[in-house]
């Protein structure tokens, strides 16, 4: 878990965790990837990489998401090597700019609902961002789930006022116990795995921890020189 391995070295080591031989060649797994909204941004552009890796490597790949504008994503998610389903894209963002986090768990809930009763043959699914759909997703039993956490919410959220704060603890309770649910939990760098440690004690103390998967970087683009700096 402490090495840094590429995004399809990662995927084939969730693949051995459902029962594959590491003694023999990887077998071609089965992927879903289910992100909350596929835009642009790091998060996105991360699990666009994940996916066009593995689909390199000959592996069946789908991604999954609520919202998908053909006009504001990444050219892979269009014309890329992998097909997009989008599901629940009339869901509320929020609910007069508020709740925003429970949106977003309403967003993803509905899409692991339709994953699950109309894509039933995924044998790993990669989820990004929002951990509170891993349980539902657990009740296929022979599913293996890796979940990718940027850095943890509740770090990032606002506990301004007395009502705030009581509405994220049960946010932040939700977002440990489903994340420690996940057969395999990833994160961007070895500070968020020790802030990952400092935050969901409760994890660390069940011996649950997290492996690093770094942000992919395309290092084709430096190997000309550029006018620019």
């Not at 840094?4 to 990887?26: F, I, N, Y």
């Not at 990669?126 to 943890?152: A, G, M, N, T």
Request: proline share 3%.
């Amino acid at each position: 878990m402490g090495q840094h391995l590429s995004e399809s070295e990662e995927m084939a080591a969730a693949g051995e965790v459902a029962g594959e031989s590491s003694g023999t060649k990887t077998k071609q797994l089965k992927v879903a990837v289910i992100h909350p909204d596929l835009g642009i941004g790091g998060a996105e552009r991360l699990i666009v990489d994940a996916a066009c890796q593995l689909a390199a490597h000959g592996h069946n790949v789908h991604v999954f998401t609520s919202h998908h504008d053909k006009n504001r994503c990444f050219e892979e998610t269009v014309s890329g090597p992998f097909p997009v389903t989008v599901y629940g894209d009339f869901l509320p963002r929020h609910v007069f700019y508020l709740f925003h986090a429970v949106c977003a768990y309403l967003w993803c809930i509905f899409v692991a609902f339709c994953v699950l009763l109309w894509w039933p043959t995924f044998g790993d699914i990669l989820v990004d961002q929002v951990s509170v759909v891993i349980p539902l997703l657990k009740l296929k039993s022979s599913s293996k789930i890796v979940f990718y956490c940027h850095f943890p919410d509740l770090l990032l959220a606002q506990h301004t006022t007395m009502l705030r704060r009581l509405y994220r603890k049960l946010i932040d309770m939700i977002e440990e116990v489903t994340t420690g649910v996940a057969d395999l939990i990833l994160v961007n760098s070895k500070f968020t795995a020790a802030t990952f440690v400092r935050t969901f004690r409760g994890l660390h103390a069940r011996g649950i921890m997290s492996g690093v998967l770094y942000p992919a970087v395309s290092v084709e683009q430096f190997h000309e020189s550029r006018a620019y700096k």
